[in-house]
Every structure is written in structure tokens, then in C-alpha cells.
T-cell receptor, first 115, second 113 residues
Framework: DARVTQTPRHKVTEMGQEVTMRCQPILGHNTVFWYRQTMMQGLELLAY????????DSGMPKDRFSAEMPDATLATLKIQPSEPRDSAVYFC?????????????FGPGTRLTVL | AQKITQTQPGMFVQEKEAVTLDCTYD???????LFWYKQPSSGEMIFLIY??????QNATEGRYSLNFQKARKSANLVISASQLGDSAMYFCAMSDNFNKFYFGSGTKLNVKP
């Protein structure tokens, strides 16, 4: 049963600390997305990759956020330094264009709390 | 510009009745995809149904059907025979030519016993 995996599932940290979230996309999927979900803003697209290359990261605060795909099986989202307003659930999703119309498969999310 | 609009923040439906969740979209691309996702209280995002812009027939998946009205740019989700387990947030989404997704603000559905 192929699934997107995300680690950690929960993270509590103090303001100013670095946070790294990891995502393993479904094997064979070549697009990876990072979303942030909050009660106030809903689901926001932060960045997305195709074939490991960043296509759009306009939704990401550049001064503190960075997203990378070191290889096809790993995507990372880093926040440095973290702030309380970064508290949210961060979802990773992967997909294969033209596979059921670009359907995205979501991971379980990382719930981040910055104190 | 907002791409996906869900005008119903919350809805109630009686168990075993049908319910329609509204979604309108905005795009000038001829090719796009429309999706509905369910997010239960546990937090995961579950794919429900997909409609391609060139599909002639409305998509159906079990108790879910998508009422696609292209001229009106609407893609409403119809859930037949509601069950208590259908209580969740429902998100409408659209993918563009670049595989970028746009999500609506969601509709919280409560199924009453």
C-alpha cells in the first residue's frame, strides 16, 4: 500500500530553533508539494517540485523557510529560525501528472507547535 | 485572484439523506482538473473524486458524485445516503496546466443521527 510518509508527526519547539520536516513521496511520483494548514488561512501551498526541481515556491517566506529535494525519495522543509506564527500542520503530497488528472496523495502531516 | 470558492462554511444533514456541497472555480485554461478531498477530525486528507475538464460525464465514486457544470464553472459534490462517518471538512480543489493545486476554504459537514 503505497503512501506518502512524513516525519516527525508532531514537533514542539521553542522560538528561534531550527525545524526540519521530512517527506518520502510515493515511489515513482515526480511531483512533490508542501502545504501549510491553519485555522485562519486554510490550506496554503508553500512550494512544489517536479523531478526534484523547484517549480514554485512563491508561497513560502523566503527569509526563514527553505525546501529541497536531495533525492527522489526525500523532500525537506526547513524553518530557521522558527516563530510562533509558524505553528500549523504541514502536509506533503506527491503525484504523477496525467495519473488520474494529477491527483495528489497526501501524507499524514506534521503538526508543528512553536512556543 | 481566488481560484476556488466554497461558500458554505458549515452544513448539517440528516443521516441517510443526500447533501450537496458547493464549489465554483475560476480559470481561463481549457485543461484543468477538479477534485474533492475529505479531511476528518483525525487530520488526514482523503481523495474522494476527480473530474477532468474534458470529461463529458459527471464523475461518480460510490456514494459520491460530482455535478460538473462547465459553463457555470461549478463542481458541486453530492453525497448520497449520508452516514455519520461523513462528518468532516470537505475541500474542493483545482489543478492547472502546471499541476499546481488551488484549494477552497472548505465546508464542514455535520451528519446528524
Amino acid at each position: 500500500d503505497a503512501r506518502v510518509t512524513q516525519t516527525p508527526r508532531h514537533k514542539v519547539t521553542e522560538m528561534g530553533q531550527e525545524v526540519t520536516m521530512r517527506c518520502q513521496p510515493i515511489l515513482g511520483h515526480n511531483t512533490v508539494f508542501w502545504y501549510r494548514q491553519t485555522m485562519m488561512q486554510g490550506l496554503e501551498l508553500l512550494a512544489y517540485f517536479r523531478n526534484r526541481a523547484p517549480l514554485d515556491d512563491s508561497g513560502m517566506p523566503k527569509d526563514r523557510f527553505s525546501a529541497e529535494m536531495p533525492d527522489a525519495t526525500l523532500a525537506t522543509l526547513k524553518i530557521q529560525p522558527s516563530e510562533p506564527r509558524d505553528s500549523a500542520v504541514y502536509f506533503c503530497a506527491s503525484g504523477l501528472p496525467m495519473d488520474r488528472g494529477n491527483e495528489q496523495f497526501f501524507g499524514p502531516g506534521t503538526r508543528l507547535t512553536v512556543l | 485572484a481566488q481560484k476556488i470558492t466554497q461558500t458554505q462554511p458549515g452544513m448539517f444533514v440528516q443521516e441517510k439523506e443526500a447533501v450537496t456541497l458547493d464549489c465554483t472555480y475560476d480559470t481561463s485554461d481549457p485543461s484543468y482538473g477538479l477534485f474533492w478531498y475529505k479531511q476528518p477530525s483525525s487530520g488526514e486528507m482523503i481523495f474522494l473524486i476527480y473530474q477532468g475538464s474534458y470529461d463529458q460525464q459527471n464523475a461518480t465514486e460510490g456514494r459520491y458524485s460530482l455535478n460538473f457544470q462547465k459553463a457555470r464553472k461549478s463542481a458541486n459534490l453530492v453525497i448520497s445516503a449520508s452516514q455519520l462517518g461523513d462528518s468532516a471538512m470537505y475541500f474542493c480543489a483545482m489543478s492547472d496546466n502546471f499541476n499546481k493545486f488551488y484549494f477552497g476554504s472548505g465546508t464542514k459537514l455535520n451528519v446528524k443521527p
